[in-house]
Nanobody, 127 residues
Framework: QVQLVESGGGLVQAGGSLRLSCAAS????????MGWFRQAPGKEREFVAV????????THSNSVKGRFTISRDNAKSTASLQMNLLRPEDTAVYYC????????????????????WGQGTQVTVSS
């Protein structure tokens, strides 16, 4: 049974930092591209950052570039999203997801390309 468990969300003031973690089990983690997505109330789910299955290729959305950093540890089947300089508009439920990919060097940013999803963790940034 595949499981993705996120942790690390919470309430933080604007300008603060949080580190989200995602622990995977039940599959070969290194075979999957990994992504962080978020969904704010009344909005569609959007890509935040994705990373290739070998960890070399990473893409961050323009809205978080320079503030957030995605990483993964295939030996531990975990991934992280370091979030700095948080803004109120970053408030959302954050999800980690895994998707099978042929390329070891790139990852898609489309949520529909990801097969497995965590339950989500709430991030709230106060002004």
């Amino acid at each position: 049974q595949v499981q993705l468990v996120e942790s690390g969300g919470g309430l933080v003031q604007a300008g603060g930092s949080l580190r989200l973690s995602c622990a995977a089990s039940g599959l070969t983690f290194s075979s999957y591209a990994m992504g962080w997505f978020r969904q704010a109330p009344g909005k569609e789910r959007e890509f935040v950052a994705v990373i290739s299955k070998n960890g070399i290729g990473a893409t961050h959305s323009n809205s978080v570039k320079g503030r957030f950093t995605i990483s993964r540890d295939n030996a531990k089947s975990t991934a992280s999203l370091q979030m700095n300089l948080l803004r109120p508009e970053d408030t959302a439920v954050y999800y980690c997801a895994l998707g099978l990919t042929r390329s070891p060097y790139s990852a898609t940013t489309r949520p529909s390309d990801y097969e497995y999803w965590g339950q989500g963790t709430q991030v709230t940034v106060s002004s």
